[in-house]
């Protein structure tokens, strides 16, 4: 069940990353962003 979730959570990452067409920043969520995505 961990595994499964832990790649849940990377799907999410990588379709952001390909969606919004922004290199990854692990600080985007420390930033308050994430609320207006729904992420």
């Known amino acids: ?3 499964g979730a832990v ?3 990377l ?3 990588i379709y ?3 969606k919004t ?3 990854f920043d ?3 969520l420390a ?3 994430a609320i207006q ?3």
């Open 16 to 18: 952001g990353v390909i």
């Open 7 to 9: 790649m849940h959570k």
């Open 21 to 23: 067409n922004k290199p």
């Open 31 to 33: 930033k308050g962003l």
């Open 1 to 3: 069940a961990v595994i």
């Open 11 to 13: 799907a999410h990452f």
């Open 26 to 28: 692990p600080n985007y």
């Open 37 to 39: 995505d729904g992420i």
